[in-house]
């Protein structure tokens, strides 16, 4: 057996130790079965060192269990609607890690290691509690991303170095509280979907001049006139660069950079 589906059933009661004779499981969906700390299994990551595919979403579980932090050979993992707070910097185990949905939990943070998962190419973060300093300045490591979803947070701004994603095809910030989106934006030339409704305070930043970028019509692939992304707000010119507004985006870069400094040295 590769696959087992033991979604939607009430199982408060059971700890799942048949699991251990599935040496062979690929696939497990442990979704809405009245999961908790205590009576995860404590050694799944023992019995089920093949598996690659781990649903344990709508339970409650306010972290990630410590066995699926010791599942190496991960590559996607759903953790979304519980009522995770935090994560754990052992998440640098899940080096083939291509999908992440953490999306309705409670999370105000990713942690830096989430820049060693490197295979990671989907992250869903909706319905959290992020912030600009919440996201990891090594995020611009996670060169194979191609999705990143942050809707319904917390968000001013986000890092320029979300922007260094260059693989980055859908960016989703729908619902929070952005000012400004970094000049970084308009380099990311696989982008195809940029999706940050109900921003009403949203400024886009000004295109850069052409000669610094090359054929600005090969590398722009979306529109980012924020009417037709169905903001209202009006784009800002050339002189943005000097406004509030990226002022206190350089205010939240600086900080940002300083409390990480701080945490390294610690």
Same mark, same amino acid.
């Given at each position: ?12 009661? +059971? ?18 079965? !009245? ?33 699926? +932090? ?9 953790? %979304?609607?519980?009522?995770?707070? !935090?994560?754990?910097?052992?998440? #640098?185990?899940?080096?083939? =890690? ?10 105000? !943070? &990713? ?5 060693? $998962? ?10 959290? !509690? ?9 995020? %611009?490591?996670?060169? +194979? ?11 001013? *701004?986000?890092?320029?170095?979300? *922007? @260094? *994603?260059?693989? =980055? ?7 929070? $509280?952005?000012?400004?989106?970094? #000049?970084?934006?308009? +380099?990311?030339?696989? &982008?195809?979907? =940029? ?23 090969? &590398? ?6 924020? #009417? ?7 784009? %800002?010119?050339? %002189? ?18 300083? @409390?990480?400094?701080?945490? #390294?040295?610690?």
């Amino acid at each position: 057996m590769d696959t087992l589906i033991l979604a939607n059933n009430p199982m408060v009661n +059971y700890k799942l130790r048949s699991l251990q004779g599935l040496v062979n499981l690929r696939t497990l969906n442990l979704r809405n079965t !009245e999961r908790n700390l205590s009576n995860f299994p404590e050694q799944l990551d023992t019995w089920l060192s093949e598996l690659e595919d781990l649903d344990i979403s709508k339970n409650s579980l306010p972290q990630i269990p410590a066995s699926v +932090y010791r599942m190496e050979k991960l590559k996607r993992l759903n953790a %979304s609607h519980n009522g995770i707070t !935090e994560l754990s910097g052992r998440m #640098e185990n899940w080096v083939l =890690l291509e999908l992440l949905n953490l999306s309705y939990n409670k999370l105000q !943070e &990713l942690p830096q290691n989430l820049s060693k $998962c490197t295979r990671l190419k989907r992250i869903f973060l909706n319905a959290n !509690e992020l912030t600009f300093e919440g996201i990891p300045l090594g995020i %611009s490591r996670l060169t +194979y991303l191609e999705q990143f979803q942050a809707a319904r947070n917390k968000l001013q *701004c986000i890092p320029e170095s979300l *922007c @260094r *994603c260059f693989h =980055l095809k859908k960016l989703v910030l729908t619902n929070n $509280c952005l000012i400004q989106l970094p #000049e970084g934006i308009h +380099y990311l030339k696989n &982008l195809k979907d =940029l999706d940050v409704r109900d921003n009403p305070d949203l400024v886009m930043p000004p295109k850069p001049p052409e000669e610094q970028i090359g054929s600005a019509n090969k &590398l722009y692939n979306i529109d980012f006139d924020l #009417e037709k992304l169905k903001q209202g707000a009006v784009t %800002s010119d050339a %002189s943005s660069k000097t406004t509030p507004l990226s002022r206190k985006e350089r205010i939240f870069v600086r900080r940002h950079k300083e @409390r990480q400094a701080t945490d #390294e040295n610690s």
